[in-house]
């Protein structure tokens, strides 16, 4: 609902896009029906014929997910939002509804694994070139932008190391070369950058992780201009059929609800461990955007309204210290998944990053030491002492052994 658009995240974020049908129910209403009826077969022919605008089919539109594209939308400062089963489809359509052969794609090397995939292996099967650079590396944008390209894609903060893209400076860039800019905001959230206010064309999200964010539900979001979203985004979608259950677009309106509440009490969690963590004997290096050791601490503060809610540390000792560390934990729970109210534990080079090798995780300057750390809502002072005992549980000789 357009009138609702002024406000403020934290009403849009209970209220936007909120549709009530004649029963006047309080919560948004689950429409679970996988299509729709005519009053008429002049009816049906006219929808069809895009005379009248009437839901059709859930694959191209359901009143539950269009609250929640609404609500997105109206949260994200965006014109118009579609929804997709994953994160990875989201991530999927809005490349490849809009690349064809020929076509050239700039991506940070810093990118979600499977993105990493699509961008590497996906893509130059349909004679698209992909180039990747080192995000923190403007110099290396400015290099690879000074030929035309068609898009760009970057993840910032990035996946598992926290490290940041400029994303204003890489927008201007990409305007330069031609190029639509495409920003996985997921680490970030909504609420903690706003990548179309610095430029960018279309921000993807994983709903799985934050917006849920209570480990129910997979689901994914395109947000990008109404122009583009209908004559690009929407009948690739449409055709290709990625659609969310609306089951899972009502969980996460729902989850919405309180994603502000959820991710300020998060992020100041995560404040509080980075700095305990930075201080322990055991830990050789902290990685938080908040801290003033982070390399990219200025644009962190330019560029997000807080630290986030991960945090990636290296333990001394490497795999062996690692996986002790981990084994240790009572209350953290060892998962790949993220932005969950329930904190959990990566260990990147054997779970997340393990099938981009060696070489490449080298690149990105993860170690068999490098431990991803999702902090959740438990009470910090409680997830501080299970992370103490089990830093404390990590035998002495697997700490030195790699000293
Ligand atoms: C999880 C994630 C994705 C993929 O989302 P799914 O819902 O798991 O498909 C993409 N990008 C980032 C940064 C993610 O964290």
Redesign the pocket.
């Known amino acids: 609902m357009s009138e609702t658009r002024r406000h403020r995240p934290a009403t849009l974020l209970v209220r936007g896009g909120l549709n009530r049908t004649p029963f006047g129910e309080t919560a948004e209403a689950l429409f679970l029906t996988s299509g729709f009826v005519y009053d008429s077969a002049e009816q049906a022919e006219a929808t069809f014929r895009n005379e009248i605008a009437r839901y059709q089919y859930s694959r191209f539109g359901n009143p539950t997910l269009t609250m929640l594209e609404e609500r997105l939308a109206a949260l994200e400062g965006a014109e118009a939002c579609r929804l997709t089963a ?4 989201a ?1 999927h359509a809005a490349l490849l509804s809009h690349l064809k052969v020929g076509d050239r794609l700039v991506a940070s090397r810093a990118l ?1 694994g ?2 990493h995939w699509i961008v590497s292996t996906l893509l130059p099967r349909y004679g698209i070139e992909s180039v990747f650079v080192d995000g923190a590396d403007l110099a290396q944008w400015e290099a690879a932008l000074s030929r035309p390209a068609t898009m760009v894609l970057l ?1 910032s903060p990035s ?1 598992p190391m926290l490290e940041l893209v400029d994303v204003g400076a890489v927008c201007r860039l990409a305007k330069r070369a031609g190029a639509m800019v495409v920003v ?1 905001n ?2 970030a959230t909504p609420l903690l950058q706003r990548p179309l206010e610095q430029g960018a064309d279309v921000v993807v999200y ?4 934050h917006m849920d964010g209570q480990g129910r539900v ?3 979001a395109v947000l990008g201009t109404r122009k583009w979203v209908d004559e690009v985004l929407q009948p690739f979608i449409r055709n290709t059929g990625p659609a969310m259950s609306p089951f899972n677009a009502w969980v996460i309106l729902k989850g919405l609800e309180t994603l502000k509440l959820r991710v300020d009490q998060m992020c100041r969690n995560a404040a509080a461990i980075a700095d305990f963590l930075a201080e322990r004997p055991e830990v050789a290096r902290v990685l938080y955007p908040f801290r003033a050791d982070h390399p990219q601490h200025a644009l962190a503060l330019r560029q997000m309204g807080a630290g986030g809610t991960l945090v990636t540390f290296d333990i001394h000792g490497g795999k062996g210290a690692c996986f002790a560390f981990m084994n240790a934990l009572r209350l953290v729970d060892v998962s790949n998944n ?1 932005g969950d109210s329930k904190s959990l534990a990566t260990h990147p080079a054997t779970t997340t990053h393990m099938r981009i090798g060696a070489e490449e995780r080298a690149r990105l300057g993860i170690t068999d030491g490098t431990v991803r750390l999702s902090v959740g809502l438990e009470d910090v002072a409680d997830l501080i002492e299970d992370l103490a005992q089990a830093l404390e549980a990590i035998p002495a000789g697997a700490a030195r052994a790699a000293e």
């Open positions: 994953t994160g990875m489809a991530v979600f499977s993105c993840e996946n996985d997921v680490f994983s709903c799985t992780k997979l689901g994914g993220l």
